[in-house]
T-cell receptor, first 113, second 115 residues
Framework: DTEVTQTPKHLVMGMTNKKSLKCEQH?????MYWYKQKAKKPPELMFV???????INESVPSRFSPECPNSSLLNLHLHALQPEDSALYLC????????????FGEGSWLTVV | GDSVTQMEGPVTLSEEAFLTINCTYT??????LFWYVQYPGEGLQLLLK???ADDKGSNKGFEATYRKETTSFHLEKGSVQVSDSAVYFC??????????????WGLGTSLAVNP
């Protein structure tokens, strides 16, 4: 079972709102990722967690705040976003120490109004 | 640094036509290579992968062979269907200076299959 579950599937938020995107996997993967994707473009890496610790932050603005509460969960907290932040946000995971395959969730479609 | 070059689309084919989407890469070491597919309105799905030279990945009638001598990983399918209409991304798995693994992506190729 190679399943990464993301909620919500769709989110509309105002520029002053605070919201969160959630991601869950039960494959025992200890690396988890957040990507941002604009239409028909390749995904852009935002954050990587390894063993629940932040290992990569690709210079993402502080209005995006990741959190990894445990080895199965990954959150992305959103605050004071801009309309240009509207995109598909993809969570992914990988088994550390066994294979290089990164598995993606279905994504959360975010619209900032 | 590592990079992936993928043929630009969009590609439009008739049903049952033969498909080739070219992908070449530049990398140090021996990366793993992947094709991901994104159907309209959906997330990314792993289509197939190859982890070493001469490996052939295959899935759903698609195939790609890891060619180290030509640094290529071209995607092929003998007979496409309307349901194959999607965006296809070639990617390689790369280690950065901090020993973190990340994917290096091609720009994606949009495929439209007409009945």
């Amino acid at each position: 079972d190679t399943e990464v579950t993301q909620t919500p599937k769709h989110l509309v938020m105002g520029m002053t709102n605070k919201k969160s995107l959630k991601c869950e996997q039960h494959m025992g993967h200890r690396a988890m990722y957040w990507y941002k994707q604009k239409a028909k473009k390749p995904p852009e890496l935002m954050f990587v967690y390894s063993y629940e610790k932040l290992s990569i932050n690709e210079s993402v603005p502080s209005r995006f705040s990741p959190e990894c509460p445990n080895s199965s969960l990954l959150n992305l907290h959103l605050h004071a976003l801009q309309p240009e932040d509207s995109a598909l946000y993809l969570c992914a995971s990988r088994h550390l120490g066994r294979g290089n395959t990164i598995y993606f969730g279905e994504g959360s479609w975010l619209t900032v109004v | 640094g590592d990079s992936v070059t993928q043929m630009e689309g969009p590609v439009t084919l008739s049903e049952e036509a033969f498909l080739t989407i070219n992908c070449t890469y530049t990398a140090t070491g021996y990366p793993s290579l992947f094709w991901y597919v994104q159907y309209p309105g959906e997330g990314l799905q792993l289509l197939l992968k190859a982890t070493k030279a001469d490996d052939k990945g295959s899935n759903k009638g698609f195939e790609a062979t890891y060619r180290k001598e030509t640094t290529s990983f071209h995607l092929e399918k003998g007979s496409v269907q309307v349901s194959d209409s999607a965006v296809y991304f070639c990617a390689l798995s790369s280690l950065n200076a901090g020993n973190n693994r990340k994917l290096i992506w091609g720009l994606g190729t949009s495929l439209a299959v007409n009945p």
